[in-house]
């Protein structure tokens, strides 16, 4: 069974930063592309950064360029979502989800709450 779980939510005020994390298991992390979400009350879902499966290739949309990394550790099958100088409208819930090899995403954690106060 392939579980995603995603911890490190929380609430901060505007300019701060917080770091998310996914823990992974029951697949084989490695030849998983990872990719974080996030869905604002009331919006779509929104693709936030990927990360291939080797760590050797990173994506990020562009509101958050320069200010969040993504990182994996395919030894500890997680991936992290370094979050800095935060604004409120990245106010939303932020889930981790997986691909084998860059294909669509097919499983996804039950996502974290994160809250930037103005």
């Known amino acids: 069974q392939v579980r995603l779980v995603e911890s490190g939510g929380g609430l901060v005020q505007a300019g701060g930063s917080l770091r998310l994390s996914c823990a992974a298991s029951?697949?084989?992390?490695?030849?998983?592309?990872m990719g974080w979400f996030r869905q604002a009350p009331g919006k779509e879902r929104e693709l936030v950064a990927t990360?291939?499966?080797?760590?050797?290739?990173?994506y990020y949309a562009d509101f958050v360029k320069g200010r969040f990394t993504i990182s994996r550790d395919n030894a500890k099958n997680t991936v992290g979502l370094q979050m800095n100088s935060l604004k409120p409208e990245a106010t939303a819930v932020y889930y981790c989800?997986?691909?084998?090899?860059?294909?669509?995403?097919?499983?996804w954690g039950q996502g974290t709450q994160v809250t930037v106060s103005s």
């Open positions: 990360i291939s499966w080797t760590g050797g290739s990173t």
């Open positions: 029951g697949l084989a992390f490695s030849d998983y592309t």
């Open positions: 989800a997986a691909g084998f090899r860059g294909l669509r995403y097919v499983y």
